[in-house]
């Protein structure tokens, strides 16, 4: 059997019920096999393989908090630290209901070759909790998140692990966690990234993900022949990711035509409104049921549907496994161009083989979405010189690390002989910077 073919086995049967995390490794070390088959003694010599897939530390703990009827409930929090070869851990806290250890693990690693592909000096690592933020008030949200500190801050810090927001975590939640850090650790540093302005954040971070993902988009596509000016577009979700990416889209001349979030879908034939969007989301905390009051020429519809709109690009930004192979056949029957992953693994793998097979250009989230991570690195820098910089200095970086990892998805893409095939440069590429390291720093 390949080496390959063992790990992935080996995956399985070590870590059961983790489906998330077996379709993430399976992902990245299919891609691999051009590479590993080449270095195969060395590699199984070194089991590189088996470092790669083994997080190198993971914590998981009791989050007591009580609510305002006091009422005192328990819930697990999370923090994977996988792979520190060449950076401090970094990467997202997430608070929805649906996180487990395998969820929390395919995340992780993902952030590795994520974080490898934006050139900067940063791990891999994920955390977060089952803990759900929807209906709850401000006081119940801070005591969550403060509890969830007071464990967390033992492993943390500004060059250890440096955590930030994923989805249920924001601003808002940012902020409880590092006052609580600070009170606890007596230390004012960069242990978060995605904090507010007045206390040690960056500027443009918040649009961050959005943006970026639309400067790899239209890179993609100018490499392509093609332009993103005048193209219709689906967007799935209503929270940060999909927000600035509807922004951005619009700016660069593109319609966007749709958002979902967990209940159901909105389509708006005239474009998407983002300041309306934006209130009932940002300020209000409202469902995307409130959209048709802003826009009255708007649909919503319950349950899932964004993907049986007619467009030319789809950029799911909600959340895994949230485009299947029925809704690749739908975007494929109706003439889809391209789709670029905003969110983390929302395509399964039977959709992404069937676009692939089709000639759809796709881009995986690890490669499409890293503009978050990168300006969260760049937030990183500014709290090390405890300087800040403008937007237009951080947007012009984000939009140079965007379009200069494009080319490097691309050009490790045609070295191995898969011209075109974004998913396995963008895993290679990843790789290739991390094996590096750690071959050079010997086994542990
Ligand atoms: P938010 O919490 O801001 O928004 C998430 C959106 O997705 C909401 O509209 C939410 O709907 C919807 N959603 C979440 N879970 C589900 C579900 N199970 N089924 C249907 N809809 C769902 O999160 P982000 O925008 O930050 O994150 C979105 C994705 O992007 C995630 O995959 C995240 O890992 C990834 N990502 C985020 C980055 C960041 O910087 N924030 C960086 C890179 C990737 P509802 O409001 O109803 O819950
Ligand atoms: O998935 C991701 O890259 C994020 N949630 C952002 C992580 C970060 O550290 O900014």
Redesign the pocket.
């Known amino acids: 059997m390949s080496y390959v073919d063992e790990i992935i086995e080996q995956v399985i049967k070590q870590n059961p019920a983790e489906p998330e995390f077996h379709q993430a490794v399976k992902e990245v070390l299919e891609s691999l096999r051009v590479v590993v088959d080449a270095n195969e003694e060395k590699f199984r010599r070194d089991a590189l393989l088996e470092r790669i897939v083994n997080p190198e530390r993971q914590f998981k703990f009791r989050v007591p908090w009580v609510d305002d009827k006091g009422q005192v409930h328990v819930n697990t929090g999370y923090r994977v630290q996988f792979n520190s070869a060449i950076g401090p851990y970094?990467?997202?806290l997430r608070l929805h209901p649906s996180v487990n250890l395998g969820i929390i693990k395919f995340?992780g690693f993902e952030?590795i070759f994520?974080n490898s592909l934006t050139g900067l000096p940063i791990g891999g690592g994920k955390g977060g909790s089952d803990f759900d933020p929807k209906g709850k008030s401000d006081r119940e949200i801070m005591a969550f998140c403060q509890s969830f500190m007071t464990e967390l801050c033992k492993y943390i810090g500004a060059d250890t692990d440096v955590p930030?927001?994923?989805i249920g975590t924001g601003a808002r939640e940012i902020g409880y966690m590092f006052g609580q850090y600070k009170r606890i650790r007596g230390v004012y540093e960069g242990v978060l990234?995605?904090k507010g302005l007045s206390y040690g954040g960056s500027l443009a971070r918040t649009e961050a993900t959005g943006y970026g993902l639309l400067y790899l988009t239209a890179e993609m596509l100018k490499c392509n022949g093609e332009t993103i000016e005048g193209k219709t577009v689906a967007v799935s979700g209503a929270g940060n990711v999909a927000i600035y990416a509807i922004q951005k889209a619009q700016q660069l001349g593109a319609k966007v035509v749709t958002a979902s979030d967990s209940t159901g879908w909105v389509y708006d034939p005239d474009g998407i409104d983002v300041a309306a969007l934006k209130e009932i989301k940002e300020v209000n905390r409202a469902r995307l049921t409130e959209y048709k009051k802003y826009r009255p020429n708007s649909e919503y519809h319950e349950g899932k549907g964004v993907w049986t709109v007619k467009v030319d690009i789809a950029l799911p930004c909600a959340t895994q496994n949230e485009l299947d192979l029925e809704d690749a056949k739908t975007l494929v029957a109706n003439g889809v161009l391209a789709v670029c992953e905003g969110a983390?693994m929302p395509t399964t793998l039977e959709a992404t083989e069937y676009f692939q097979k089709n000639g759809v250009y796709f881009v995986p989230g690890k490669a499409a979405?890293a503009g978050?991570?990168a300006t969260?690195a760049l937030e990183m820098s500014q709290n090390s010189e405890r300087l800040s910089w403008s937007f237009e200095e951080v947007d012009s970086k984000l939009k140079g690390i965007m379009v200069n990892l494009f080319h490097n998805i691309d050009n490790a893409a045609k070295k191995y002989g898969f011209e075109g095939n974004y998913v396995v440069g963008a895993n290679i590429a990843g790789f290739e910077k991390v094996v590096d390291a750690m071959t050079a720093q010997g086994i542990v």
């Open positions: 970094k990467g997202g995340l952030q994520k930030a927001g994923d990234t995605g983390n979405n978050g991570v969260s």
